[in-house]
C-alpha cells in the first residue's frame, strides 16, 4: 500500500496493525540499499515542523481525516493537563532556582 501513496496524503503510522500516529506524508526514497524512506510531517509534530525520517520498513496506510481529528483531540487534552502543571505551586516544581537563574541570566 505505501506505493500508492503520494506526498500530500494523509497517512497513519501502524505498528502491530494498531494505529500509532497520524500525520502527512511529505517525501518518499529509496536508499542506496533498496531500503524505504519515508518523511512524515506527524500530527504530534506539527508546530515544530518536523520532519522525521521512517527508516525502517513501516507499516504505513492511507488515513482517514476523522483519524486525524481523534490524534489531534488525544493532544489537545494532553496538551491542557501539561499547561494545568505549569500554574501556581507547580511551577517551582519545574523549574529550579538555578534554573530560572539560568534563563534569567
Same mark, same amino acid.
Given at each position: 500500500? $505505501?506505493? &500508492?501513496?503520494?506526498?500530500? &496524503?494523509?497517512?497513519?503510522?501502524?505498528? &502491530? =496493525?494498531?494505529?500509532?500516529?497520524?500525520?502527512? /506524508?511529505? +517525501?518518499?526514497?529509496?536508499?542506496?540499499?533498496? %531500503?524505504?524512506?519515508?518523511?512524515?510531517? /506527524?500530527?504530534? &509534530?506539527?508546530?515544530? %515542523?518536523?520532519? $522525521?525520517?521512517?527508516?525502517?520498513?513501516? +507499516?504505513? %496506510? $492511507?488515513?482517514?481525516?476523522?483519524?486525524?481529528?481523534?490524534?489531534? @483531540? %488525544? /493532544? @489537545?487534552?494532553?496538551?491542557?493537563? =501539561?499547561?494545568?502543571?505549569? @500554574?501556581?505551586? =507547580?511551577?517551582?516544581?519545574?523549574?529550579?532556582?538555578?534554573?530560572?537563574? =539560568?534563563?534569567?541570566?
Amino acid at each position: 500500500m $505505501p506505493e &500508492n501513496l503520494k506526498p500530500g &496524503n494523509y497517512i497513519g503510522l501502524y505498528l &502491530n =496493525n494498531v494505529l500509532i500516529y497520524t500525520g502527512v /506524508l511529505k +517525501d518518499k526514497g529509496t536508499m542506496d540499499s533498496g %531500503r524505504k524512506i519515508y518523511q512524515v510531517l /506527524l500530527v504530534k &509534530n506539527i508546530f515544530q %515542523r518536523n520532519f $522525521p525520517e521512517i527508516h525502517f520498513d513501516a +507499516d504505513i %496506510r $492511507p488515513a482517514t481525516w476523522e483519524q486525524v481529528q481523534e490524534e489531534i @483531540k %488525544r /493532544l @489537545k487534552v494532553k496538551l491542557q493537563k =501539561n499547561l494545568e502543571m505549569l @500554574k501556581g505551586e =507547580n511551577v517551582a516544581e519545574l523549574i529550579t532556582e538555578k534554573e530560572l537563574h =539560568n534563563i534569567i541570566g
